[in-house]
T-cell receptor
């Protein structure tokens, strides 16, 4: 089944404790992206990757890191999480960075930073 | 910056009625539009898309209309069912070197009453 898989689905942690949210897609998609979803603010892009070893900042990149060492994986790293990063996070992928293709989303990761 | 917005934050309909969800966009350079459905606890699910060289596109029970003159996008759902209850987002992608970046609207909550 074609899908985008995120782990963990839920995480409660404390300020300053490094965490990684994994994202994997099995559709051989070039483009991958991370979003956060907050009430009243909608979906905002954090980082995106157009292909392996190519990443760039989205609209709200502060406090986050990403890497794209393999085509299928695009982990989101919070080196020193803070309470304002408490949010619902979505990973998405699409076939191509340049053609008009819909993005397919994972089921989300709910992070709570205490 | 440019953004995608929605006219109505909530919409309640009776089962069997037709639903229309509207979206206004402000970026005249946008060349690709997508409607997503998000159910509670899940990620946005692709419904239908349309390119800017089209005015209308039909899927199964859904139709998307694009009016570039007034920068307006709508999603029509025929014979709405309780399973259609969800939050619906429109998203736009600017043309040129936008590299797949989507800008999302705030969402409309659709509630279908049996």
């Amino acid at each position: 089944e074609a899908q985008v898989t995120q782990n963990p689905r839920y995480l409660i942690t404390v300020t300053g404790k490094k965490l990684t949210v994994t994202c994997s897609q099995n559709m051989n998609h070039e483009y991958m992206s991370w979003y956060r979803q907050d009430p009243g603010l909608g979906l905002r892009q954090i980082y995106y990757s157009m292909n392996v070893e190519v990443t760039d900042k989205g609209d709200v990149p502060e406090g986050y890191k990403v890497s794209r060492k393999e085509k299928r994986n695009f982990p989101l790293i919070l080196e020193s999480p803070s309470p304002n990063q408490t949010s619902l996070y979505f990973c998405a992928s699409s076939l191509s960075s340049f053609s008009n293709q819909p993005q397919h989303f994972g089921d989300g990761t709910r992070l709570s930073i205490l | 910056g440019e953004s995608v917005g929605l006219h109505l934050p909530t919409l309640s309909v009776q089962e069997g009625d037709n639903s229309i969800i509207n979206c206004a966009y402000s970026n005249s350079a946008s060349d690709y539009f997508i409607w997503y459905k998000q159910e509670s606890g899940k990620g946005p699910q692709f419904i239908i898309d349309i390119r800017s060289n089209m005015d209308k596109r039909q899927g199964q029970r859904v139709t998307v209309l694009l009016n570039k003159t007034v920068k307006h996008l709508s999603l029509q759902i025929a014979a709405t069912q309780p399973g259609d209850s969800a939050v619906y987002f429109c998203a736009e992608k600017a043309g040129g070197t936008s590299y797949g970046k989507l800008t999302f609207g705030q969402g409309t909550i659709l509630t279908v009453h049996p």
